[in-house]
């Protein structure tokens, strides 16, 4: 009997911490955020580089839905994004 009792507080402390977790995934997934740099007078967005990136893999032939790794490395000094996608394709873009 007790064995079932420290299951059952085992199963609703787990129970708890799944919703707990669940409910910050909820708020993540529904905050909205920006992310800017600027350097020496110009300005760019993230979403901007995405944008320009994704349309680069598109004239390639590609599909966005294939891209499921994108890693971007800013160089502002450079006026570059320099960037992967899925560990294999790799290219740069103006950012200015």
Known sequence: MANRRITKKKNKA???AIKIKEIGKVEEENMKSRFFVQYQGNEFEEKEIITKIKEIWK?????????????????????????????????????F
Do not use: F, H, M
């Open 14 to 16: 787990l129970q708890k």
């Open 59 to 95: 004239e390639e032939g590609n599909k966005v839905k294939d891209l499921k790794e994108l890693d971007i490395y800013v160089k502002p000094e450079e006026g570059k994004a320099y960037y992967t996608i899925n560990g294999e394709t790799r290219g740069s873009i103006d950012i």
